[in-house]
C-alpha cells in the first residue's frame, strides 16, 4: 500500500515562499500521479495541483496560478510542491495524495502538513 508522509508546512509571512515534500513508501512512485490538496479551516477541500506519472502537471486552482510548482523525483519517491508569493488566503492544512491518474479519485492520503500565512 502507498503511503504518503507531507513535511515543510509552518508559519511564512505573506509574500514569502514555502516549499512542501511528499515522500512515498510502500511503492515506487512512477506507479502514480500525486496530487496536492488543501483544507482551509471551515471550507471545502480543495484540490490545487496534480502530476502525472509523465511528469506533466494539471493547475485546478486558478488562485494560485503563476505562483504554485507541482515536481516529481521519482528516483527520490518524492513530490514537491513549490510556494511563492503566499497569501493569507493559502492557509489551509496541505495534503498530498495518489490516484492511478490525476483523473481519478484520490486512493491514498499523507496526513497533512500546515501552512500559515500572515499578513
Known amino acids: 500500500q502507498l503511503q504518503l508522509v507531507e513535511s515543510g508546512g509552518g508559519l511564512v509571512q505573506q509574500g514569502g515562499s514555502l516549499r512542501l515534500s511528499c515522500a512515498a513508501s510502500g511503492f515506487s512512485l512512477d506507479r502514480y500521479a500525486i496530487g496536492w490538496v488543501r483544507q482551509a479551516p471551515g471550507k471545502e477541500r480543495e484540490e490545487v495541483l496534480c502530476i502525472r506519472r509523465s511528469g506533466i502537471s494539471t493547475n485546478y486552482a486558478d488562485s494560485v496560478k503563476g505562483r504554485f510548482t507541482i515536481s516529481r523525483d521519482n528516483a527520490k519517491n518524492m513530490v514537491f510542491l513549490q510556494m511563492n508569493n503566499l497569501k493569507p488566503d493559502d492557509t489551509a492544512i496541505y495534503y498530498c495524495?495518489?490516484?492511478?491518474?490525476?483523473?481519478?479519485?484520490?486512493?491514498?492520503w499523507g496526513q497533512g502538513t500546515q501552512v500559515t500565512v500572515s499578513s
Open positions: 495524495a495518489g490516484a492511478p491518474g490525476c483523473d481519478y479519485e484520490y486512493q491514498y
